[in-house]
């Protein structure tokens, strides 16, 4: 089933190796804009490509300033905001606008650094708990330096794509609630295995979701890209595919499920941005038969209670469903391109390599074609997109064949450091602490047989504890000093062994980071991960 699909739109896409800039990155201020240099002939060309929404006033403006001299005039954008059936914005609301400023030239001043500001004259603070300012920071897909995310991403990086319906079947963008019968994807991120955070003095297990990592591909781009809308929403058991979970909505309708509808993303051409992505050189179209992109990472808001809390209690009614929606009537064909107008966010990491319980399927993902029903992913597939998060995150990463533990674009595990293989023999795992302030400087884990009975505080943070030895065994080999790399910090542990006859073993896996802001040592906690390791 899987074969098929890949095969009819392998040929239609290309997937170009990334590629380290010249020198470091742009960096932007206020946390309102970002930019990242592109390598060019004797030295650097500099392009900005990003994008802004609000909530609140007719207006926000956008200006640019490089350290160079360069200044790119104010520019005013005025407010779109989407509502729904009941005149509510939905949340958050369609981006207002997009500034694009063009590439420009920066011979030999690759350490460059840029100021770009976002403003709203008429801001008066939040609305619905989600800030007036999210970020998108956007590279040509040959460049992938400096991006930075704090995901948990349940994949190996991608290796093809897929459409959906062609034309695409869905409701117009941010329409609300979702046609959930239309063409969709998801992905799911189980509430007993991933979504589990040290709840300390409250009582509450909340983690926060604030923003996404990945790809938009578009076969034409005469007109720029839209996002998919996506929900984040509760998971059920499929009734009708063993072992699969599956978005609620399929079951009960839209209930609780929360819409980000990011809209149209106003990105430019990537041929402008990076010209060697086009035929011939300096065109406007990609070759025939291929599709150029970004790669976007998209923030929510920058402060903790600005993006879009869930359950993280370890139960399985904390699972977390986030669903893709293609907006309809997408084509294949004409267009300036000859090949239609197709936007594809739908990549698929196709080598996932987690043990097989399941008999062939996914319990963490699957499909829907044109109201066709869900239909789980295969064992070995995934979507690529992920979801960041502002926690503290723990990944775990595993090895089921001895070929080297299976990480990201942008670090972090794939499906095997939920379901790992060590029946061979030659299998092994590692974690990965990782926070997207990069302020802490210390990282330690530990992995217990025991699921966790009692909560401790440690340092101002909260510590899960389960009366095992083993937690303290691996708590001297995972821990270490946190490495810095473009304002986000990361821990990565050496991998560890795991013979075959550890098959049927559980580990509860957690981990914590320790700072000195201020000069006092302080303990933030990372989710939990639950690793079954089978035959």
């Not at 914005?89 to 369609?94: F, L, S």
């Not at 040509?140 to 991006?147: M, Y």
């Not at 699969?244 to 402008?272: D, H, K, M, R, Y």
């Not at 000195?516 to 939990?528: I, S």
């Amino acid at each position: 089933m899987k074969s098929s699909r890949l095969l009819a739109v392998a040929p239609l896409l290309v997937f170009a190796p990334a590629s380290l800039a010249q020198g470091p990155p742009l960096t932007g201020s206020g946390g309102y804009g970002d930019g990242r240099n592109q390598p060019g002939p004797g030295g650097c060309t500099y392009g900005f490509v990003g994008a802004a929404r609000h909530l609140e006033g007719p207006t926000f403006t956008v200006s640019v300033v490089v350290d160079d001299g360069t200044t790119f005039p104010e520019t005013v954008f005025t407010a779109d905001p989407v509502v729904d059936a009941l005149g509510m914005p939905v949340v958050p609301a369609r981006w207002a606008g997009a500034w694009q400023t063009g590439a420009f030239a920066g011979l030999g001043a690759c350490g460059s650094t840029a100021t770009i500001t976002i403003k709203d004259p008429a801001d008066s603070g939040a609305l619905f708990g989600e800030t007036a300012y999210p970020v998108v920071v956007a590279v040509p897909v040959e460049d992938n330096f400096g991006v930075k995310s704090n995901n948990i991403p349940l994949n190996n990086s991608a290796e093809g794509g897929a459409l959906m319906s062609v034309p695409s079947v869905g409701s117009p963008l941010g329409t609300s609630p979702p046609d959930v019968f239309s063409d969709l994807f998801w992905k799911v991120y189980s509430g007993d295995r991933i979504m589990r955070h040290n709840s300390g003095s409250s009582g509450i297990s909340v983690m926060e979701i604030d923003g996404y990592f990945e790809t938009i591909w578009d076969t034409d781009w005469a007109t720029p890209a839209d996002f998919y809308d996506r929900t984040h929403g509760p998971v059920l058991p499929s009734t009708t595919v063993p072992g699969l979970l599956e978005p609620a909505f399929f079951q009960n309708g839209i209930t609780t499920e929360t819409l980000v509808s990011l809209g149209n993303s106003g990105f430019g051409n990537p041929c402008t941005v990076f010209p060697s992505l086009c035929s011939p050189p300096g065109g406007s179209c990609a070759p025939i038969g291929f599709a150029n992109g970004y790669i976007v990472d998209i923030q929510l808001g920058e402060t903790t209670g600005t993006g879009i809390a869930c359950l993280a209690d370890g139960s399985t009614a904390a699972g977390l469903a986030t669903t893709y929606f293609l907006p309809g009537g997408m084509p294949f064909t004409g267009g300036p391109c000859l090949q239609g107008d197709y936007v594809i966010q739908n990549l698929r990491s196709t080598d996932e390599d987690q043990a097989d319980d399941l008999f062939g399927i996914s319990a963490f993902g699957g499909q829907q074609f044109a109201g066709g029903g869900p239909v789980a992913d295969l064992v070995t597939e995934a979507p690529e997109v992920n979801v960041n998060f502002r926690n503290t995150i723990l990944n775990v990463v595993g090895d089921s064949d001895g070929l080297g533990l299976d990480v990201g674009n942008n670090g972090g595990g794939a499906l095997n450091g939920l379901k790992l293989n060590v029946g061979g023999g030659s299998a092994q795992f590692g974690i990965e602490v990782r926070d997207l302030a990069g302020t802490a400087q210390f990282a330690a884990c530990g992995a217990s047989l025991l699921e966790e009975t009692f909560t401790i505080p440690l340092l101002g943070g909260y510590l899960q504890v389960a009366l095992d030895p083993l937690f303290f065994l691996t708590l001297q080999t995972f821990n270490g000093p946190v490495v810095q790399s473009g304002g986000e910090g990361s821990f990565a542990s050496p991998p560890i062994p795991l013979p075959a006859g550890l098959a049927g073993v559980t580990f509860f896996i957690q981990g914590i980071w320790v700072g000195t802001p201020g000069g006092v040592y302080t303990a933030r906690n990372t989710n939990r991960v639950k690793l079954s390791l089978l035959p």
